[in-house]
C-alpha cells in the first residue's frame, strides 16, 4: 500500500472520530475534539491509547473502532468515491497503534465492499459505498460519536455502523419492503430520510425506472466474480505482456499456447493435488465449449450420440451445451452428499458430469468416500466421469477436498477447468486435463479439427498473471472479500426461516423456504424492487425436484448492495408467502351473512 496522504482536513476528522468513538468517562482523550486542532500523539490521543489498553481491549476491538469510524465517514459523506485514505503505516503512527491494527481494518473495509486496496497504491473509497445505506449510515455514525463510555462505547459505535451498513437483524420483520421508500427503506435504503444520497449502479447494473426516477439495480445472479477486484498494475502488466510477444508468421497451436499449459500444470500441482503432463493440457473457449468438444469426441468413438449422465438440479448452461452438440441428458438426482449413485447405477450412460468440490447450484461437497464409489463405478461400467471444478479456488468452511483427477488412478476422468470465476469470463478461457488412452487422442483429434478458438495474446496474458504470481494474489484477496459476504448472508438469514445453502464455497448462495411461494413469484417481485436473482427451478431438468428457491449470486456486489438485495429478497418471501397462504386458505363469509350471487 502507498503512502500518498488523504488531505489534511480528512486526516484530521478521521482521528478526531477515532477519539470521539472513544468517548472515555472520565473526560479525557477528549483534548481537541471541536477545537478546530488536531489531537496529537502527546495528548489526546496518547491517553485514548493507553486508556484502550488499561482496559483490555483486544485487537479486534481496536480493528473495530477504526472499520466503524471509516464507515461512517463514508456514510455521512466526509469521504466519498474514489477519496484516498492514509497509508495504513501513515495511520496507525497517527493514532499509536499497531500497523497490522490498521491493516486488518482495511482488510475488514474492503471485504465489506467499502474501500478497495490495492498494492503499491492508496486505499480508496469504492463508488457507491453510501448509497444504499447513507442515510441511516450518517445516523448511527453521528450517534455514535456522542454516548457511551470506555472500551464499550467503541463496540456499541461499531455496532450502531454496522447497522448502519444494511445489517437487520431479526428476520422478515426488519427486512424491509417495497413500497414508496423503496426497497429496505427501514434499513437506510434510498427514501429512508432526506438528504439520502443516491446508490450507484453496481458494476454491470441495468438502470431501472419506476415513475421517470432512474434507480440502481443491484445485480445478484450468480455467475459474475469481482473482476475489478484484480490488481490494475497486475492486469496491465500481463497485457503488455501478450502485446510485447514478438510477431509470427504462423497459426497458433490449437490444444493452447505451451507456456499457458506449462502454467495451468503448475497451478494444478499447488491447488488441486495433481500434476498432469503438460500434453495431457487442452485450451478451450470456456467449459460450454469444452463440453461441446468432449461430445465430438465421444461421438467420433461410439459413432452414435453419447448419453450423459447430468446432476439435477445442475449446470444449466453445461446442459445446453451437451445437448446442443448432441448428447442424450440423463438426470440424476442429488443427494447431501453430490450426484445419487444408486440412481446412477441403475442406467446405463457413456459418461457423468459432475461438480463435486461444490454441487451446482446446491451447493453439496462430494465426500472422499463418495468420489472413490464414483470412481470405481466408473472403471467398471467403462464411464467417463467429467469433473467439472468450476470454483474449486474458493471454500470457506474446512479443508479443500482433493480433485476427482488427483484420486483417479484408472484413467476415467475428464478434468475440467478455467478463469472465468477466477478472473473474468469475458476471456472466455478455460481448459481440458485428459486421461491417457483413446478417449484422450479423440479430444484432441477434435481439437486441431475445430483449430484454436482462444486468442493467442488472451493465453499470454493468462499465462503472465500465473507466472507471476499475480493470479494466487488475487485469489487471496477475493477469498477474504467472498468470505465476508458468505457470512453476512448466513448472519442476515438465521431465524428468518429460510434455509440458506451453497455457503461452504463458491460464489452464491441458494435461499429455499416452507410455504407456497414459487421462486418465480419471488424472483419477479424482487426484480420490481430492483434486485435481479435467479429461480431454483430454472436448474431443474426433471421439474419440481429441488423444492422452491432463489439462487443469489454475491461475487461482484459490494456489502451495502448485499445487504439491500437480501432485505427486497426477505421482504418478496414474506409477501409472496402472505398471498399463497390466502388463496389457499380464504377466508368463509361472516357468519349471517350469504354470498352474493351475481
Known amino acids: 500500500m502507498g503512502d500518498d496522504p488523504l488531505g489534511q482536513d480528512l486526516a484530521e476528522d478521521l482521528r478526531i472520530g477515532l477519539l470521539a468513538l472513544a468517548d472515555p468517562a472520565d473526560g479525557e482523550g477528549r483534548e481537541g475534539v471541536g477545537s478546530g486542532h488536531a489531537p496529537t500523539l502527546g495528548s489526546a490521543l496518547d491517553q485514548y491509547v493507553d486508556q484502550i489498553g488499561a482496559h483490555g481491549v483486544d485487537q479486534s476491538s481496536k480493528v473495530g473502532v477504526v472499520v466503524a469510524r471509516v464507515r461512517g465517514l463514508v456514510h455521512d459523506g466526509t469521504l466519498g468515491a474514489e477519496d484516498p485514505l492514509p497509508s495504513t503505516r501513515a495511520l496507525a503512527a497517527e493514532l499509536g497503534v499497531a500497523r497490522g491494527t490498521v ?46 463510555s470506555g472500551s464499550g462505547s467503541a463496540s456499541a459505535s461499531a455496532s450502531a455502523s454496522a447497522s448502519g451498513a444494511g445489517a437487520v437483524g431479526g428476520g422478515w420483520d426488519g427486512a424491509g419492503s417495497v413500497g414508496a421508500g423503496g426497497p429496505g427503506a427501514g434499513a437506510g435504503a434510498p427514501g429512508a430520510g432526506a438528504g439520502a444520497p443516491a446508490a450507484a449502479p453496481a458494476a454491470g447494473a441495468v438502470p431501472a425506472h419506476d415513475g421517470g426516477v432512474q434507480r440502481a439495480v443491484v445485480d445478484c445472479r450468480p455467475g ?21 510477444a514478438p510477431l509470427r508468421n504462423g497459426l497458433s497451436d490449437p490444444t493452447g499456447l505451451l507456456a499457458l499449459r506449462e502454467q495451468v500444470v503448475v497451478q494444478l500441482g499447488l491447488a488441486r493435488g495433481f500434476t498432469p503432463s503438460v500434453s495431457e493440457v487442452v485450451v478451450a473457449a470456456g467449459t460450454s465449449e469444452a463440453l461441446s468438444l468432449l461430445v465430438e469426441a465421444l461421438r467420433a468413438r461410439l459413432g452414435r450420440p453419447p448419453r450423459i449422465a447430468v446432476e439435477d438440479p445442475g449446470y444449466r448452461s453445461g446442459h445446453r451445451a451437451l445437448t446442443s452438440a448432441g448428447a442424450e441428458l440423463v438426470a440424476v438426482p442429488v443427494t447431501a452428499d453430490g450426484i445419487d449413485l444408486d440412481v446412477l447405477a441403475s442406467t446405463t450412460v457413456d459418461a457423468v458430469l459432475v461438480s463435486p468440490t461444490h454441487q451446482y447450484p446446491l451447493g453439496s461437497v462430494m465426500p472422499v468416500g463418495h468420489r472413490l464409489a464414483l470412481l470405481a463405478h466408473a472403471a467398471r461400467t467403462g464411464t467417463v466421469v467429467v469433473e467439472d471444478d468450476y470454483d474449486s479456488e474458493f471454500r470457506h468452511r474446512g479443508r479443500p477436498v482433493p480433485a476427482l483427477a488427483a484420486l483417479d488412478t484408472a484413467g476415467v476422468v475428464v478434468h475440467l477447468g478455467g478463469f472465468s470465476k477466477t478472473l473474468d469470463p469475458r476471456l472466455r478461457c478455460a481448459y481440458v486435463v485428459l486421461p491417457p488412452g483413446p478417449l484422450g487422442a479423440a479430444v484432441v483429434t477434435a481439437r486441431r479439427a475445430r ?81 435481479l436473482v435467479s429461480d431454483l427451478a430454472d436448474y431443474e431438468v426433471e421439474r419440481g425436484r429441488s423444492g422452491d428457491g432463489v439462487v443469489v449470486g454475491y461475487g461482484a456486489v459490494t456489502l451495502p448492495e448485499l445487504d439491500r438485495a437480501l432485505d427486497v429478497v426477505l421482504a418478496a418471501v414474506r409477501t409472496e408467502r402472505a398471498a399463497g397462504a390466502r388463496a389457499a386458505d380464504p377466508q368463509p363469509p361472516a357468519p349471517g351473512r350469504e354470498r352474493v350471487r351475481r
Open 103 to 148: 491493516v486488518a481494518a482495511y482488510e475488514q473495509l474492503d471485504g465489506e465492499g467499502y474501500i478497495r486496496t490495492r498494492q503499491g497504491a492508496a486505499a480508496r473509497v469504492v463508488a457507491g459505498a453510501a448509497g444504499a445505506h447513507g442515510a441511516a449510515g450518517a445516523a448511527s455514525a453521528g450517534a455514535s460519536s456522542g454516548s457511551g
Open 451 to 531: 483449430g484454436a478458438v482462444v486468442a493467442e495474446p488472451v493465453q499470454v496474458a493468462v499465462a503472465h498473471l500465473l507466472r507471476t504470481g499475480a493470479f494466487r494474489r488475487h485469489l487471496g484477496r477475493v477469498r477474504r472479500d467472498y468470505a465476508h459476504r458468505r457470512d453476512r448472508i448466513a448472519r442476515r438469514l438465521a431465524d428468518t426461516g429460510l434455509e440458506a445453502r451453497a455457503l461452504t464455497g463458491g460464489l452464491h448462495a441458494v435461499l429455499t423456504w416452507p410455504g407456497p411461494a414459487t421462486g418465480a413469484a419471488v424472483v419477479a417481485r424482487a426484480e420490481a424492487g430492483g434486485v
Open 224 to 244: 459474475i466474480p469481482a473482476v475489478t477486484a484484480i490488481s490494475e498494475r497486475d492486469w496491465r502488466a500481463a497485457w503488455r505482456a501478450a502485446a510485447s
